[in-house]
């Protein structure tokens, strides 16, 4: 599968953006998901993931109540809608494929990963 992340961009503080991850070649829908970031000189950290269905989600305590992650099986997409956007916030942002129907917080559980979109936050 091949994962394309798109939607970032520089945005001030207190902004919201909508990533958007579109999948091609084979269907995810049986795969849970996952969105990562990496700021420069740190370890790549899941932001957010969505089970297979959706109706399973995680979120990283320093997101909560700000983003929310979805998916639209029909479409191939998952999205991340970012609100509230923080400084903090910024990175770049990847998706990724886990092998398993639900999600996994471990990096090692996502066997495809989408090339990344940045994201930058103003203060």
């Known amino acids: 599968v091949q994962l394309q992340a798109s939607g970032g961009g520089l945005v001030q503080a207190g902004g919201s953006l909508r990533l958007s991850c579109a999948a091609s070649?084979?269907?995810?829908?049986?795969?849970?998901m996952g969105w990562f970031r990496q700021a420069p000189g740190e370890e790549r950290d899941l932001v957010a993931a969505i089970s297979w269905s959706g109706g399973s989600t995680y979120y990283a305590d320093s997101v909560k109540d700000r983003f929310t992650i979805s998916r639209d099986n029909a479409k191939n997409t998952v999205y991340l809608q970012m609100n509230s956007l923080k400084p903090e916030d910024t990175a770049l942002y990847y998706c990724a494929a886990c092998r398993y129907s639900g999600y996994s917080k471990y990096t090692s559980a996502y066997d495809y990963w989408g090339q990344g979109t940045q994201v930058t936050v103003s203060s």
């Open positions: 070649r084979r269907t995810i829908s049986n795969n849970g």
